[in-house]
Protein backbone atom coordinates (compact mmCIF):
# COMPACT_ATOMS: atom_id res chain seq x y z
CA UNK A 1 0.00 0.00 0.00
CA UNK A 2 1.28 3.29 -0.87
CA UNK A 3 0.02 6.67 0.06
CA UNK A 4 1.41 9.75 -1.62
CA UNK A 5 1.17 12.76 0.98
CA UNK A 6 0.50 16.33 -0.91
CA UNK A 7 1.25 19.14 1.82
CA UNK A 8 1.89 21.26 -0.93
CA UNK A 9 -1.79 22.13 -2.16
CA UNK A 10 -2.50 22.82 1.67
CA UNK A 11 0.09 25.34 1.95
CA UNK A 12 -0.91 26.67 -1.45
CA UNK A 13 -4.22 27.64 0.37
CA UNK A 14 -1.94 29.84 2.61
CA UNK A 15 -4.36 33.29 2.65
CA UNK A 16 -6.69 30.81 4.14
CA UNK A 17 -4.74 29.72 7.10
CA UNK A 18 -3.39 32.64 7.91
CA UNK A 19 -7.04 34.19 8.06
CA UNK A 20 -8.20 30.89 10.15
CA UNK A 21 -4.75 31.90 12.23
CA UNK A 22 -6.01 35.74 12.74
CA UNK A 23 -9.70 34.95 13.89
CA UNK A 24 -7.97 31.95 16.41
CA UNK A 25 -5.54 34.16 18.00
CA UNK A 26 -8.40 36.94 18.29
CA UNK A 27 -10.87 34.59 19.72
CA UNK A 28 -8.73 33.94 21.78
CA UNK A 29 -7.17 36.92 22.60
CA UNK A 30 -10.65 39.01 23.75
CA UNK A 31 -12.03 35.77 25.44
CA UNK A 32 -8.72 35.66 27.30
CA UNK A 33 -8.76 38.92 28.37
CA UNK A 34 -13.00 39.25 29.10
CA UNK A 35 -12.50 35.64 30.61
CA UNK A 36 -9.75 36.80 33.47
CA UNK A 37 -11.66 40.14 34.54
CA UNK A 38 -14.28 38.31 35.09
CA UNK A 39 -12.91 35.54 37.14
CA UNK A 40 -11.37 37.95 39.37
CA UNK A 41 -14.39 39.09 40.20
CA UNK A 42 -15.75 35.62 39.99
CA UNK A 43 -12.89 35.08 42.96
CA UNK A 44 -13.68 38.56 45.22
CA UNK A 45 -17.51 37.34 44.69
CA UNK A 46 -16.35 33.34 45.92
CA UNK A 47 -14.21 34.85 48.70
CA UNK A 48 -15.40 38.04 49.82
CA UNK A 49 -18.65 38.81 48.40
CA UNK A 50 -22.53 38.01 50.17
CA UNK A 51 -23.40 34.86 50.83
CA UNK A 52 -26.41 34.84 47.39
CA UNK A 53 -23.24 35.76 45.29
CA UNK A 54 -20.90 33.20 46.35
CA UNK A 55 -23.84 31.00 45.84
CA UNK A 56 -24.86 31.84 42.60
CA UNK A 57 -20.94 32.31 41.39
CA UNK A 58 -20.36 28.74 42.73
CA UNK A 59 -23.83 27.54 40.63
CA UNK A 60 -22.63 28.89 37.74
CA UNK A 61 -18.93 27.38 38.29
CA UNK A 62 -19.86 24.01 38.69
CA UNK A 63 -22.74 24.41 35.87
CA UNK A 64 -19.75 25.07 33.10
CA UNK A 65 -17.52 23.19 34.80
CA UNK A 66 -19.24 19.87 34.13
CA UNK A 67 -20.99 20.72 30.68
CA UNK A 68 -18.30 20.14 27.29
CA UNK A 69 -17.06 23.51 25.95
CA UNK A 70 -19.22 22.11 22.41
CA UNK A 71 -22.59 21.68 24.56
CA UNK A 72 -22.49 25.86 25.63
CA UNK A 73 -21.43 27.14 22.40
CA UNK A 74 -24.49 25.13 20.64
CA UNK A 75 -26.30 26.36 23.56
CA UNK A 76 -25.43 30.01 22.90
CA UNK A 77 -25.60 30.13 19.42
CA UNK A 78 -28.78 27.80 18.43
CA UNK A 79 -30.86 27.66 21.61
CA UNK A 80 -30.40 31.47 22.87
CA UNK A 81 -32.43 32.75 19.43
CA UNK A 82 -35.08 30.67 20.17
CA UNK A 83 -35.11 33.22 23.75
CA UNK A 84 -35.17 35.94 21.30
CA UNK A 85 -31.14 36.43 21.45
CA UNK A 86 -29.83 36.46 18.00
CA UNK A 87 -26.15 36.04 17.91
CA UNK A 88 -23.80 36.25 14.81
CA UNK A 89 -21.12 33.12 15.09
CA UNK A 90 -17.98 35.20 16.08
CA UNK A 91 -20.41 36.94 19.11
CA UNK A 92 -21.20 33.36 19.71
CA UNK A 93 -17.93 32.11 19.93
CA UNK A 94 -17.00 34.80 21.80
CA UNK A 95 -19.70 34.29 24.61
CA UNK A 96 -19.07 30.73 24.90
CA UNK A 97 -15.43 31.17 24.84
CA UNK A 98 -15.85 33.98 27.95
CA UNK A 99 -18.42 32.02 30.03
CA UNK A 100 -15.94 29.33 29.91
CA UNK A 101 -12.57 30.38 30.67
CA UNK A 102 -14.42 32.70 33.15
CA UNK A 103 -15.63 29.75 35.37
CA UNK A 104 -12.46 28.00 35.23
CA UNK A 105 -10.74 31.12 36.15
CA UNK A 106 -12.75 32.14 38.81
CA UNK A 107 -11.67 29.04 40.95
CA UNK A 108 -8.22 29.18 39.71
CA UNK A 109 -7.70 32.64 41.25
CA UNK A 110 -10.12 31.54 44.20
CA UNK A 111 -7.14 29.67 44.92
CA UNK A 112 -4.52 31.87 45.36
CA UNK A 113 -6.60 34.61 46.90
CA UNK A 114 -7.52 32.65 49.75
CA UNK A 115 -3.75 31.73 50.07
CA UNK A 116 -3.53 35.27 50.94
CA UNK A 117 -2.13 35.18 54.46
CA UNK A 118 -4.77 37.01 56.76
CA UNK A 119 -1.88 39.38 58.43
CA UNK A 120 -1.33 41.23 55.01
CA UNK A 121 -5.15 42.12 54.64
CA UNK A 122 -4.76 43.24 58.45
CA UNK A 123 -1.84 45.12 57.65
CA UNK A 124 -3.90 47.35 54.75
CA UNK A 125 -6.45 47.69 57.23
CA UNK A 126 -4.07 49.40 59.14
CA UNK A 127 -3.25 51.63 56.39
CA UNK A 128 -7.31 52.68 56.19
CA UNK A 129 -7.28 50.85 52.40
CA UNK A 130 -10.68 50.68 51.51
CA UNK A 131 -12.12 46.86 50.80
CA UNK A 132 -11.69 47.53 47.04
CA UNK A 133 -8.01 48.77 47.34
CA UNK A 134 -7.08 45.91 49.80
CA UNK A 135 -8.35 43.60 47.38
CA UNK A 136 -6.92 45.14 43.74
CA UNK A 137 -3.65 46.06 45.12
CA UNK A 138 -2.73 43.74 48.09
CA UNK A 139 -4.36 40.14 47.51
CA UNK A 140 -5.08 40.30 43.83
CA UNK A 141 -1.21 40.97 42.76
CA UNK A 142 0.38 37.83 44.81
CA UNK A 143 -2.52 35.59 44.35
CA UNK A 144 -2.21 36.37 40.00
CA UNK A 145 1.54 35.53 40.73
CA UNK A 146 0.87 31.86 42.39
CA UNK A 147 -1.56 30.75 40.06
CA UNK A 148 -0.25 32.31 36.92
CA UNK A 149 0.85 28.68 35.67
CA UNK A 150 -2.74 27.16 35.99
CA UNK A 151 -3.93 30.45 34.83
CA UNK A 152 -1.42 30.38 31.08
CA UNK A 153 -2.70 26.60 31.14
CA UNK A 154 -6.20 27.35 31.29
CA UNK A 155 -6.19 29.81 28.16
CA UNK A 156 -4.43 27.77 26.23
CA UNK A 157 -7.02 24.99 26.91
CA UNK A 158 -9.37 27.66 25.70
CA UNK A 159 -7.64 28.50 22.83
CA UNK A 160 -7.47 24.60 21.76
CA UNK A 161 -10.57 24.24 22.37
CA UNK A 162 -11.67 27.72 19.70
CA UNK A 163 -11.46 24.79 17.07
CA UNK A 164 -15.06 23.57 17.88
CA UNK A 165 -16.30 27.32 17.01
CA UNK A 166 -15.49 26.34 13.10
CA UNK A 167 -18.52 24.05 13.61
CA UNK A 168 -21.28 26.91 13.82
CA UNK A 169 -18.93 28.62 11.13
CA UNK A 170 -16.60 30.80 12.92
CA UNK A 171 -13.73 31.32 10.09
CA UNK A 172 -10.90 30.08 12.98
CA UNK A 173 -8.48 27.73 12.04
CA UNK A 174 -10.28 24.50 12.30
CA UNK A 175 -12.54 25.88 9.38
CA UNK A 176 -10.26 27.00 7.65
CA UNK A 177 -8.75 23.36 7.43
CA UNK A 178 -12.17 21.92 6.58
CA UNK A 179 -13.10 24.56 3.80
CA UNK A 180 -9.56 23.37 2.09
CA UNK A 181 -10.40 19.67 2.35
CA UNK A 182 -13.51 20.17 0.96
CA UNK A 183 -12.43 21.74 -2.29
CA UNK A 184 -8.93 19.35 -3.02
CA UNK A 185 -10.36 16.15 -0.90
CA UNK A 186 -6.81 15.99 1.12
CA UNK A 187 -8.40 15.60 4.56
CA UNK A 188 -5.41 14.09 6.30
CA UNK A 189 -2.85 16.34 5.49
CA UNK A 190 -5.28 19.76 5.99
CA UNK A 191 -5.56 18.76 9.32
CA UNK A 192 -2.23 17.35 9.73
CA UNK A 193 -1.18 21.31 9.29
CA UNK A 194 -3.64 22.79 10.97
CA UNK A 195 -2.94 20.49 14.23
CA UNK A 196 0.82 22.02 13.64
CA UNK A 197 -0.34 25.50 13.69
CA UNK A 198 -2.32 24.64 16.79
CA UNK A 199 0.63 23.33 18.28
CA UNK A 200 2.93 26.55 16.99
CA UNK A 201 0.09 28.68 18.63
CA UNK A 202 0.02 26.68 22.13
CA UNK A 203 3.82 26.64 22.47
CA UNK A 204 4.19 30.27 21.50
CA UNK A 205 1.03 31.46 23.63
CA UNK A 206 2.53 29.88 26.70
CA UNK A 207 6.15 31.49 26.23
CA UNK A 208 4.31 34.90 25.73
CA UNK A 209 1.67 34.48 28.63
CA UNK A 210 4.82 33.97 30.91
CA UNK A 211 6.66 36.74 29.60
CA UNK A 212 3.87 39.25 29.82
CA UNK A 213 2.26 37.84 32.87
CA UNK A 214 5.45 39.10 35.57
CA UNK A 215 5.55 42.64 33.47
CA UNK A 216 1.52 44.26 33.36
CA UNK A 217 -0.26 41.70 36.27
CA UNK A 218 2.16 41.85 39.12
CA UNK A 219 5.73 41.57 40.08
CA UNK A 220 8.52 40.01 39.72
CA UNK B 1 -43.65 16.98 11.88
CA UNK B 2 -43.31 14.87 14.43
CA UNK B 3 -44.28 16.53 17.78
CA UNK B 4 -41.90 15.62 20.63
CA UNK B 5 -42.61 16.88 24.10
CA UNK B 6 -40.38 17.42 26.46
CA UNK B 7 -40.52 13.86 27.89
CA UNK B 8 -39.74 12.61 24.76
CA UNK B 9 -36.77 14.49 24.04
CA UNK B 10 -35.76 13.88 27.75
CA UNK B 11 -36.16 10.14 27.00
CA UNK B 12 -34.33 10.02 23.68
CA UNK B 13 -31.15 11.71 25.24
CA UNK B 14 -30.77 9.48 27.92
CA UNK B 15 -31.14 6.85 25.66
CA UNK B 16 -28.20 8.63 23.17
CA UNK B 17 -26.21 9.32 26.90
CA UNK B 18 -25.46 5.52 27.14
CA UNK B 19 -23.00 5.74 24.10
CA UNK B 20 -21.63 8.76 25.93
CA UNK B 21 -20.68 6.48 28.72
CA UNK B 22 -19.56 3.53 26.80
CA UNK B 23 -17.31 5.98 24.71
CA UNK B 24 -15.99 7.43 28.25
CA UNK B 25 -14.88 3.75 29.51
CA UNK B 26 -13.67 2.63 26.67
CA UNK B 27 -11.29 5.91 26.29
CA UNK B 28 -10.43 5.75 29.97
CA UNK B 29 -9.84 1.76 30.45
CA UNK B 30 -7.91 2.14 27.38
CA UNK B 31 -6.42 5.29 27.84
CA UNK B 32 -5.60 3.82 31.66
CA UNK B 33 -3.43 0.99 29.64
CA UNK B 34 -1.67 2.75 27.40
CA UNK B 35 -0.94 5.45 29.71
CA UNK B 36 0.42 3.10 32.56
CA UNK B 37 2.67 1.06 29.40
CA UNK B 38 4.16 5.11 28.63
CA UNK B 39 4.40 5.95 32.27
CA UNK B 40 6.63 2.50 33.11
CA UNK B 41 8.50 4.00 29.57
CA UNK B 42 8.78 7.64 30.78
CA UNK B 43 10.44 6.12 34.32
CA UNK B 44 12.37 3.65 32.38
CA UNK B 45 17.08 4.15 31.91
CA UNK B 46 16.33 4.94 28.47
CA UNK B 47 16.63 8.91 27.38
CA UNK B 48 15.43 8.80 24.28
CA UNK B 49 12.29 6.74 24.72
CA UNK B 50 11.55 9.27 27.66
CA UNK B 51 12.00 12.37 25.49
CA UNK B 52 10.14 10.36 23.32
CA UNK B 53 7.17 9.91 25.67
CA UNK B 54 7.72 13.62 26.70
CA UNK B 55 6.98 14.39 23.21
CA UNK B 56 3.90 12.33 22.75
CA UNK B 57 2.45 14.09 26.28
CA UNK B 58 3.36 17.56 24.88
CA UNK B 59 1.31 16.52 20.97
CA UNK B 60 -1.47 15.33 22.64
CA UNK B 61 -1.72 18.10 25.56
CA UNK B 62 -0.67 21.23 22.56
CA UNK B 63 -3.20 20.48 19.99
CA UNK B 64 -6.87 20.44 19.86
CA UNK B 65 -8.74 17.43 20.59
CA UNK B 66 -10.91 18.21 17.80
CA UNK B 67 -7.78 17.97 15.36
CA UNK B 68 -6.98 14.45 16.91
CA UNK B 69 -10.44 13.24 15.78
CA UNK B 70 -10.07 14.38 12.41
CA UNK B 71 -6.65 12.78 12.22
CA UNK B 72 -8.02 9.39 13.75
CA UNK B 73 -11.08 9.56 11.37
CA UNK B 74 -9.11 10.13 8.39
CA UNK B 75 -5.59 8.82 9.10
CA UNK B 76 -6.93 5.08 9.45
CA UNK B 77 -8.97 5.70 6.15
CA UNK B 78 -5.16 6.64 4.32
CA UNK B 79 -4.48 2.87 5.36
CA UNK B 80 -7.39 1.63 3.33
CA UNK B 81 -9.26 0.73 6.20
CA UNK B 82 -12.82 1.25 6.47
CA UNK B 83 -13.46 3.58 9.13
CA UNK B 84 -16.36 3.99 11.14
CA UNK B 85 -16.93 6.96 13.59
CA UNK B 86 -16.62 4.39 16.66
CA UNK B 87 -13.50 3.28 15.75
CA UNK B 88 -11.72 6.61 15.03
CA UNK B 89 -13.22 8.23 18.44
CA UNK B 90 -12.22 4.92 20.37
CA UNK B 91 -8.86 5.33 19.47
CA UNK B 92 -8.43 9.25 19.57
CA UNK B 93 -10.02 9.80 22.78
CA UNK B 94 -8.07 6.56 24.14
CA UNK B 95 -4.71 8.36 22.83
CA UNK B 96 -5.29 11.76 24.52
CA UNK B 97 -6.37 10.32 27.50
CA UNK B 98 -3.30 8.17 27.71
CA UNK B 99 -1.50 11.34 27.49
CA UNK B 100 -3.05 13.01 30.62
CA UNK B 101 -2.94 10.21 31.94
CA UNK B 102 0.78 9.28 31.76
CA UNK B 103 1.48 13.53 32.99
CA UNK B 104 -0.68 12.80 35.81
CA UNK B 105 0.67 9.98 37.39
CA UNK B 106 4.63 10.94 36.16
CA UNK B 107 3.84 13.78 38.53
CA UNK B 108 2.56 11.55 41.70
CA UNK B 109 5.74 9.36 41.40
CA UNK B 110 7.80 12.38 40.71
CA UNK B 111 6.20 13.12 44.51
CA UNK B 112 7.43 10.23 46.11
CA UNK B 113 11.09 11.18 47.60
CA UNK B 114 13.83 9.97 45.84
CA UNK B 115 14.79 7.93 49.05
CA UNK B 116 12.36 5.63 48.65
CA UNK B 117 13.92 4.00 45.09
CA UNK B 118 17.25 4.35 46.47
CA UNK B 119 16.29 2.39 49.73
CA UNK B 120 14.53 -0.43 46.95
CA UNK B 121 17.48 -0.46 45.22
CA UNK B 122 20.01 -1.16 47.82
CA UNK B 123 17.90 -4.11 48.59
CA UNK B 124 18.69 -5.45 45.02
CA UNK B 125 15.45 -5.15 43.26
CA UNK B 126 15.36 -3.97 39.71
CA UNK B 127 13.47 -1.04 38.08
CA UNK B 128 10.54 -3.41 37.98
CA UNK B 129 10.52 -4.33 41.23
CA UNK B 130 11.26 -0.95 42.47
CA UNK B 131 8.38 -0.08 40.39
CA UNK B 132 5.89 -2.27 41.40
CA UNK B 133 6.92 -2.93 45.10
CA UNK B 134 7.50 0.22 46.38
CA UNK B 135 6.76 3.16 44.34
CA UNK B 136 3.72 2.54 42.69
CA UNK B 137 2.11 1.30 45.76
CA UNK B 138 2.69 4.65 47.58
CA UNK B 139 2.38 6.66 44.07
CA UNK B 140 -1.09 4.86 43.27
CA UNK B 141 -2.58 6.39 46.64
CA UNK B 142 -1.89 10.13 45.57
CA UNK B 143 -2.78 9.30 42.24
CA UNK B 144 -6.42 8.38 42.35
CA UNK B 145 -8.57 11.89 43.17
CA UNK B 146 -7.00 13.42 39.80
CA UNK B 147 -7.57 10.47 37.92
CA UNK B 148 -11.12 10.87 38.93
CA UNK B 149 -11.07 14.34 38.45
CA UNK B 150 -9.70 13.83 34.79
CA UNK B 151 -12.64 10.83 34.45
CA UNK B 152 -14.58 14.21 33.60
CA UNK B 153 -12.52 15.84 30.93
CA UNK B 154 -12.81 12.36 29.60
CA UNK B 155 -16.50 12.49 29.67
CA UNK B 156 -16.26 16.09 28.35
CA UNK B 157 -14.15 15.48 25.76
CA UNK B 158 -16.36 12.58 23.99
CA UNK B 159 -18.63 15.27 23.46
CA UNK B 160 -16.75 16.16 20.46
CA UNK B 161 -17.07 12.71 18.50
CA UNK B 162 -20.22 14.04 17.53
CA UNK B 163 -18.34 16.09 14.67
CA UNK B 164 -17.43 12.92 13.37
CA UNK B 165 -20.38 11.64 13.69
CA UNK B 166 -20.75 9.45 16.48
CA UNK B 167 -24.15 9.14 17.98
CA UNK B 168 -23.68 9.90 21.26
CA UNK B 169 -25.40 12.97 23.44
CA UNK B 170 -24.15 15.75 22.18
CA UNK B 171 -25.42 14.38 18.61
CA UNK B 172 -28.48 13.13 19.66
CA UNK B 173 -29.26 16.21 21.07
CA UNK B 174 -28.55 18.39 17.48
CA UNK B 175 -30.72 15.42 15.80
CA UNK B 176 -33.53 15.90 17.78
CA UNK B 177 -33.07 19.84 17.69
CA UNK B 178 -33.30 19.20 13.75
CA UNK B 179 -36.83 17.13 13.94
CA UNK B 180 -38.09 19.64 16.70
CA UNK B 181 -36.88 23.22 16.22
CA UNK B 182 -36.46 23.51 19.90
CA UNK B 183 -32.81 23.91 20.44
CA UNK B 184 -33.61 25.62 23.95
CA UNK B 185 -35.08 23.00 25.64
CA UNK B 186 -33.06 19.93 23.95
CA UNK B 187 -29.65 21.85 24.33
CA UNK B 188 -30.59 22.49 27.87
CA UNK B 189 -31.36 18.95 28.55
CA UNK B 190 -28.25 17.94 27.34
CA UNK B 191 -25.95 19.99 29.19
CA UNK B 192 -28.39 18.73 32.15
CA UNK B 193 -27.65 14.85 31.60
CA UNK B 194 -23.99 16.11 31.25
CA UNK B 195 -23.82 17.84 34.62
CA UNK B 196 -25.61 14.33 36.05
CA UNK B 197 -22.95 12.40 34.66
CA UNK B 198 -20.24 14.73 35.36
CA UNK B 199 -21.30 16.64 38.69
CA UNK B 200 -20.55 13.56 40.94
CA UNK B 201 -17.63 12.73 39.91
CA UNK B 202 -16.02 16.04 40.43
CA UNK B 203 -17.87 16.36 44.02
CA UNK B 204 -16.10 12.60 44.56
CA UNK B 205 -12.84 13.22 43.25
CA UNK B 206 -12.88 16.78 45.36
CA UNK B 207 -13.70 14.49 48.53
CA UNK B 208 -10.96 12.13 47.49
CA UNK B 209 -8.69 15.50 47.44
CA UNK B 210 -9.44 16.20 50.85
CA UNK B 211 -9.20 13.00 52.88
CA UNK B 212 -5.68 12.57 51.04
CA UNK B 213 -4.28 15.85 52.29
Redesign the interface.
Known sequence: MRVAFDFLSILAQWPLLLKGVAWTIGLTAISAVLGVALAVGGAWARSQGPLWLKWIVGVYVELIRNTPFIVQLFFVFFGLPAAGIKLSPEVASIIAMVINLSAYATEIIRAGVEATPRGQVEAALSLAMNRAQIFLRVVLPPALRKVWPALVSQIIIVMLGSAVCGQISTEELSYAANLIQSRNFRAFEAFIVATAIYLALSVGLRALLHWLGPRFFFHG | MVDFSVWDIFRNLLLAARWTLALSLIAFVGGGLVGLALLVVRLGPSTWAQRAVAGYVQ?FQ???????L??AY??I????INTSPWVAAALALTLYTSAFLTEIWRGCVAAIPRGQWEAAQSLALNFGEQLRHVVLPQAVKIAIPPTVGFL?QVI??T??A??IGFIEL?KA??MI?NATF???V???C??LL??AL??PI?HYARILERRTR
Open positions: LGTPLLMQFLFGALFGVKGALSVTGTTKPFVYSVAYFCYS
